[in-house]
């Protein structure tokens, strides 16, 4: 496949990488800031632009790989007469902001992607969806390649996806800076915790949740949960968090 | 030693089996439930009791491994002319409840103990605290035949890593429960975000939480944030948990 890439981030190099990997052929990244663009066309051996009106026109493949914030500017910018298939790859963007494009779609890979990560596993899910059938059977063979745990998802369940991920990820983090931030005030080591946060995320892959909950608000002890209110207190924020996820725990057993 | 261990629930089996390992002669098993604790004492070839004024007078170590709401009920109705050094193993309660005895302190393993939990494998960090030099030398003593990551913690310290662990592991885990829910509400599969899991609770083991924090709080993504919201209203649990979570995070950036 030719491959044009618009975006010169930790996602749109992830996926250049595997693109790569699989023999296909980029063509062009582009870039707001040519500098960028030309960073990652270096290492891909390709050209750069920072022109969306300069954008090739014979890619088969173009992945829209942006902030979400300028995904829907960067389309309205990209000219109308491309003929390859348009995809974006943002969990929280609808496919619809791709409709003046005939063929359209998305693949979503489910993963908090930074600097170092790397898709070239192809454990990532990745989700996928098509504006036709024609978009949809093209993006589904496409996703296969890309990774084992390819799946067809509507941009309704792409993004309860998103919504399930920003709860089980980046809150999950929060929480754990919270911890950190609780033993630092403490002078304790957050080595202390790291194995039980290991075993925790280890649980839930082989059980649900639900299932292997413990605590204090697991077993409704109100005595404890007192204690570390009282401990919380001058922390408004972390005590609403507290008492939230304390009522979400007691209703879940009911 | 000789040990009697107070208490027939997982933390004391746990324990049990701990002491068991090391060549330790378990003298006696309590339990407010005879059946249960006679459970637990023909596992380990030792006598059982549901009376706490029948307790033996002669082990050197006695291990307080109940509920932390019957904690102190139990200390009351132990006889106070116990010469053996007497532990709890709670996280949330102070050694004070145990001032009674001449010798006391703490051992509190900093894990989710569940029923299949082993600490044999001396990974489980333990936190140890005595009422005197005389008493922690010895616990200290203790703590480093049971664990490689025994340390010394006081009350206040340890009511702090009890908080954290609620926040990193209790707290975690009712966040994957949610994910959960909105998949299954939505006809995706859970195993979709266990990558995602596992990575995130693998990243702080060598990363500062905040260091690794992704996402649309983070990136300051009104649109998303707006979005996740909406797809949220009708839960407002669920939505008040976001909202607190989002406003964390940010905070954290600034």
Redesign the interface.
């Known amino acids: 496949m030719k491959i044009v890439l618009i975006g010169s981030g930790n996602v749109s190099t992830a996926f250049a990488h595997l693109f790569e990997s699989l023999g296909h052929d980029i063509l062009q990244v582009y870039s707001r800031s040519l500098d960028q663009a030309e960073r990652l066309a270096a290492k891909l051996g390709t050209s750069a632009t920072s022109s969306l009106t300069d954008i090739n026109k014979t890619a088969n493949l173009y992945v829209v790989a942006v ?3 300028a995904i829907e500017q960067v389309i309205e910018e990209l000219p109308q007469s491309l003929k390859g298939i348009v995809v974006h790859t943002s969990g ?1 963007t609808s496919m619809d902001v791709l409709t003046k494009f005939p063929l359209c779609g998305v693949i979503y890979p ?3 992607i ?1 600097k170092d990560s790397d898709l070239r596993s192809k ?3 990745i989700g996928i969806e098509g504006n036709n059938e024609i978009a949809t059977a093209l993006l589904l063979e496409i996703g296969k390649s890309l990774s084992k ?1 390819s ?1 067809y ?1 509507d941009s ?2 792409r ?22 931030d ?2 630092k ?4 080591s ?16 082989h059980h ?3 299932e ?8 409704n ?1 109100q ?2 949960i007192d ?2 209110l009282d ?2 207190s001058g922390k408004p ?2 005590e ?3 008492q ?2 304390t ?3 007691r ?2 057993d009911t």
Chains 1, 2 share one sequence.
């Not at 292997?212 to 077993?219: D, H, L, S």
Request: proline share 4%.
């Open positions: 902030t979400d914030n929280a489910i993963q908090s930074s454990e990532t899910p745990k799946f998802c309704k369940q993004l309860a996806l998103h919504v399930a991920a920003v709860f089980s990820n980046n809150f999950t983090n929060a929480l754990y800076q919270v911890a950190f609780i033993l005030a403490n002078n304790l957050f080595d202390l915790l790291k194995p039980i946060i290991a075993e925790t995320a280890e649980k839930v892959q649900i949740p639900k292997v909950q413990t605590g204090p608000a697991k077993r002890d005595k404890t204690r570390h401990f919380l924020n972390w609403t968090i507290y939230e996820l009522r979400l725990i209703n879940k």
